[in-house]
Nanobody, 121 residues
Framework: QVQLVESGGGLVQAGGSLRLSCVGS????????MGWFRQAPGKEREFVAA????????AYTDSVKGRFTISRDNAKNTVYLQMNSLKPEDTAVYFC??????????????WGQGTLVTVSS
């Protein structure tokens, strides 16, 4: 079990960048695959990116490939989402999630509270 707190959201112009951070509590953070999801107004929550326990494997939804990068620093109990070349359609509440195992071929078990990203044109 881990508790997650996101930060780094805010308002940015199209073409700009933001880096989201997610800090996990507990001594078992490094055991878990981590992911980022987002929910735009009027839409279902969707998968954005995931990373395995040691950072050796990553996955991205097609709409963010080449623009977003997920990474982690287990010594700091932190996972990051670097978002470059932001578009208005990236506007959403972004949620950090822990999968509860070393791999992300399953469903997340623990969610953060979410952080709002707004991209203006």
């Amino acid at each position: 079990q881990v508790q997650l707190v996101e930060s780094g959201g805010g308002l940015v112009q199209a073409g700009g960048s933001l880096r989201l951070s997610c800090v996990g509590s507990g001594r078992t953070f490094s055991s878990y695959a981590m992911g980022w999801f987002r929910q735009a107004p009027g839409k279902e929550r969707e998968f954005v990116a995931a990373i395995s326990w040691n950072g050796g494997n990553t996955a991205y939804t097609d709409s963010v490939k080449g623009r977003f990068t997920i990474s982690r620093d287990n010594a700091k109990n932190t996972v990051y989402l670097q978002m470059n070349s932001l578009k208005p359609e990236d506007t959403a509440v972004y949620f950090c999630a822990a999968y509860g195992s070393a791999w992300y071929n399953n469903s997340p078990r623990v969610w953060g509270q979410g952080t709002l990203v707004t991209v203006s044109s």
